[in-house]
């Protein structure tokens, strides 16, 4: 058998449910040339039995379980990573799939237009009747484009799906390591946990691997297919992604001017977030978070993108904003 051409990293925390799917996907592929390296989690269930099985057969699947638990897929990318052999990789999650020419699709986009990075073609499930999650009125498949002209198009609303993205081994292992190191680079204070176990942190890796990128372009016969797991971490800690919002908004000043788009989308997603986070929720600790996001925002830059009436609340301060908000919050649940 060849050297590995491309290597897979997937996080796995229980997912008996979904691993041997994705692993037999892996061993369908047109393109044999792989390298399949799970970081186990510490797994409850039967997760780490089941890819141990695969792996006694197939010595193209390597497993490392780890010690304790991350709290989060981002350590154990990071481990996955920094075990890789190959120039590529191909970040992908243990409940999701791939149709059988994904890795021969990303692999010859990359070496044809020498890109950082190729996204694949994003769907819900394992269904292609409808429209992947791509825009083509503002994208076009075939253009080479500096990663940093597509940001834009991740924020407030995703115009493109990022999940298992092909990247270059060395810009993604470098992107991980600096990211890692968020919390005393931006000083971003006291956070409800450490910001890489936050379940939303991948969202600001992503953006900043595109910041990174000189070369990022997209493989249309690449078909991920997004699998809506209710027991995920992501799914289950909803009010965490504020954590992530504000390190979002630094991050945004640092690559991005305040006058930019990219900025004044970024405060868009971040105030509508923040409405239907202090309608939903009033415990302590979303407050604070809610609190400190507000007082860090630009507000008057998201000024063109909202309702005159969403500007004026905005502009109220946070405790009369979410004071109306709980109120119109009760009003929705007695006239709905």
Not at 127 to 140: H, K
Not at 174 to 198: D, F, Q, V, Y
Not at 285 to 309: F, H, I, N
Request: hydrophobic share 35%; aromatic share 12%.
């Amino acid at each position: 058998m060849e050297s590995p051409l491309v290597s897979v990293i997937i996080p796995a925390y229980n997912v008996e449910k979904y691993i041997g799917q994705l692993i037999e996907d892996l061993q369908s592929q047109t393109f044999k040339n792989w390298e399949a390296i799970i970081i186990d989690d510490c797994s409850t269930d039967r997760t780490t039995d089941i890819v141990r099985r695969y792996a006694k057969e197939d010595h193209r699947i390597k497993l490392q379980c780890r010690p304790t638990n991350s709290g989060g897929a981002f350590i154990p990318r990071l481990e996955a990573a920094e075990k890789a052999t190959t120039e590529f990789l191909v970040a992908i999650d243990a409940d999701d799939q791939i149709n059988e020419i994904y890795l021969e699709a990303l692999y010859a986009k990359a070496k044809e237009s020498d890109a950082d990075i190729v996204f694949s073609m994003n769907y819900t499930e394992r269904d292609v009747s409808n429209d992947p999650l791509f825009d083509s009125t503002l994208i076009n498949t075939d253009t080479i484009y500096k990663g940093k002209q597509l940001v834009k198009y991740t924020q407030y609303d995703w115009k493109f799906g990022a999940n298992g993205a092909l990247y270059r081994k060395q810009l993604y292992l470098t992107t991980l390591e600096e990211a890692n190191k968020t919390e005393s680079t931006h000083n971003i204070g006291n956070l409800s946990r450490p910001l890489t176990n936050n379940p939303f942190f991948d969202e600001i890796v992503t953006r900043i691997l595109l910041i990174e990128a000189a070369r990022v372009t997209f493989a249309t016969e690449a078909k991920y297919f997004y699998q809506h797991n209710k027991e995920s971490v992501v799914t289950r800690s909803l009010y965490l992604k504020i954590d992530t919002n504000t390190v979002r908004q630094l991050l945004a000043k640092e690559y991005f001017n305040e006058d930019s788009e990219e900025y004044a989308l970024l405060q868009k997603e971040t105030f509508f977030f923040m409405i239907d986070l202090m309608k939903k929720k009033c415990d302590r600790q979303a407050t604070a978070l809610l609190k400190k996001t507000y007082d860090r925002g630009l507000w008057k830059s998201a000024k063109p993108y909202v309702s005159t009436k969403y500007y004026l609340l905005l502009s109220s301060g946070f405790r009369p904003a979410q004071i109306i908000l709980r109120i119109l919050g009760l009003l929705t649940k007695v006239t709905g």
